[in-house]
């Protein structure tokens, strides 16, 4: 017996039409349908087995002009993830001066991403 | 009294990009901005989202803002920060000179100049200005207040959040909150249809399954001191609230995410025309008021954006007229004008030179499916599956079609059904 195929409609966000994609996944095998072109199925698969998110958050600066400095990840992660990168950034504290694109942590939860500031943070003493 | 070939008041990303195109093509600018630091709006956006047409890259609005500071820096470009402008007024000098006078702790500022770039953005609309009653109690904040609380000064506001207005900052606001640990009861929109972006309604909304409540509005605030929860009621298809429909939601924080509208106060005092749906000045396709010579409107001023990109490139059309206008000097023009038809709610700009290629920002009233915008008088129309009020149409009409239009004075256009 296979296991039971797991329905779900998703809203295509690749462009404004917003196709609702129909989407049966069982086992390794996708069907879709309800999108209208094949970036819409694309992203429905990605969306379906894999979905990614770039994570952004603050991150504590001691020193700092301003208390914490925006960060991101510098590529998509696991959408799971998402939350998890959230509260681990709650936890570290970086120190001033810091510029934009530093990298504050590496390779996060394992992800392959690296967390990096996305604001420029001056040091006052 | 000093003179610059041009002033700009607001260094945002349209301020900013006038006056780097200015710097470009020889003439020197004053960016008076009255925050403690150049850069406006985006310094507070830490999503992505920002540039991708500008700068070809997915960038957070802290990124691609630092991004364009780093070029008014390397280029030179003056600019004052904390100068608060007070007034505008015409020059004693004469025409066409404005005189510009600003506060700043530095002192008082007064500089003259023949040509003004407003780029001043927009506000957001207050609790006050949508119908809620109630206490004037603590825990109401706009969507911008709320991110500059978490995302420059590292402060929650609250723990059980209750958002009214489904507008993109609205809806980015709400997986901030969620991804913080607080938790978003519901959003609360009294159109039929979401406000912002598929795209924020799918990964702010869907993502962090927060409720969004269409055709509701919140009526009345409850609560001693703290807001301790909002009553809704829902409405028909008129928006008229439908009675016994009230709900309380109990919530600890309010964020107001009720849309943006153009800050126009100095312009009004000049007597500017202003258009009633942008809620912006009226203004040709150089972006230069139609009432007042030598006053160029870009950005939130002119008419609420949805992308920064587009801020941008009204900040360099500002920039161009405005280097036309110092090279050539006044020079009589006729206009034609652009009538609304059937289910557009704005346009921008409102009048055409037909000198050259215009770039036409507009919003229709409500979604449609499968639609053309039409421009009967130059038979030109432009196909599209999908309109929707959340997202600006932006179109271009090119020199050549709109030069049999001289003869007439009015361009139509219209949402038609393909």
């Keep these: 017996m296979s296991i ?7 809203t295509c966000i690749v462009c404004p039409i917003g196709c609702i994609v129909t989407v049966r996944v069982s086992g390794d095998r996708l069907e879709a349908s309800g999108y209208l072109c094949s970036r819409g199925l694309d992203y429905a698969r990605q969306e379906a087995l894999d ?19 925006s960060v991101k990840t510098d590529r998509p992660i696991p959408r799971r993830f998402v939350r998890e990168v959230a509260k681990l950034a709650a936890y570290i504290e ?3 001066p810091i510029e934009l694109g530093q990298i504050l942590l590496e390779d996060i939860l394992g992800t392959g991403a690296n967390l990096v500031a996305t604001r420029p943070v001056r040091r006052i003493e | 009294m000093t003179r610059y070939d041009t002033i700009v008041i607001g260094g945002g990303p349209a301020g ?4 780097l195109k200015l710097k470009a093509k020889g003439f020197d600018s004053l960016v008076i901005e009255s925050g403690d630091r150049i850069g406006g709006i985006p310094l507070q956006c830490i999503h992505p989202g920002f540039g991708l047409h500008y700068l070809g890259e997915d960038l957070t609005g802290t990124e691609f803002i630092h991004r364009l500071i780093g070029m008014v820096e390397d280029q030179g470009v003056e600019y004052r920060v904390r100068s608060h402008v007070v007034r505008v007024k015409p020059s004693r000098t004469g025409y066409p000179y404005k005189r510009i006078e600003a506060v700043s702790p530095y002192g008082f500022i007064e500089v003259e100049t023949p040509i003004l770039i407003y780029t001043a953005g927009a506000r957001e609309r207050t609790i006050f200005e949508i119908g809620v009653t109630g206490e004037r109690l603590s825990g109401v904040f706009t969507a911008g207040e709320a991110q500059a609380y978490m995302d420059i000064f590292g402060i929650l506001p609250g723990s059980r959040i209750v958002i009214i207005g489904s507008g993109d900052v609205g809806l980015i606001m709400a997986r901030r909150f969620a991804l913080e640990g607080a938790k978003v009861e519901a959003v609360i929109e009294m159109m039929p249809w979401p406000g912002g972006l598929t795209r924020n309604i799918v990964q702010c909304l869907l993502d962090y399954d927060i409720p969004l409540l269409l055709s509701r509005m919140v009526v009345r605030l409850e609560g001693k001191r703290r807001v301790e929860g909002v009553v809704t009621v829902r409405v028909d298809e008129d ?3 439908i009675p016994g429909s009230e709900e309380l939601i109990e919530c600890d924080t309010v964020v107001v995410s009720a849309g943006l509208t153009p800050n126009v106060r100095l312009l009004e005092g000049l007597g500017l025309a ?10 040709d396709d150089y972006l230069e008021s139609i009432t007042y010579q030598g006053i160029f409107i870009a950005g939130n001023a002119l008419v609420v954006n949805d992308l920064v990109d587009y801020v941008v490139e009204q900040g360099e059309s500002a920039a161009e007229g405005a280097s036309i206008l110092l090279y050539e000097g006044v020079k009589p023009r006729s206009y034609v004008r652009i009538t609304k038809g059937r289910n557009v709610r704005l346009i921008v700009p409102q009048y055409l030179s037909c000198e050259k290629d215009a770039v036409l920002y507009m919003r229709v009233q409500k979604p449609e499916y499968d639609v053309k915008v039409c421009f009967e008088e130059i038979s030109r129309e432009f196909r599209y599956p ?3 009020p959340a997202e600006m149409i932006r179109l271009t009409l090119r020199r050549s079609d709109l030069e049999d239009l ?12 393909v």
């Design chain 1, 4 to 10: 039971d195929a797991v329905e779900r409609r998703l």
């Design chain 1, 51 to 69: 979905p990614r998110r770039i994570a952004i958050t603050v991150v504590k600066v001691r020193y700092g002009d301003i208390p914490v400095v």
């Design chain 1, 94 to 96: 970086a120190e001033a």
């Design chain 2, 16 to 19: 900013l990009s006038a006056a």
């Design chain 2, 239 to 241: 928006l008229n609230p």
């Design chain 2, 274 to 283: 202003m258009d009633p749906s942008t809620r912006g000045p009226i203004v």
């Design chain 2, 386 to 388: 999908v309109v929707r």
């Design chain 2, 406 to 417: 001289r003869r007439l004075d009015s361009l139509t256009v219209e949402v038609k059904r």
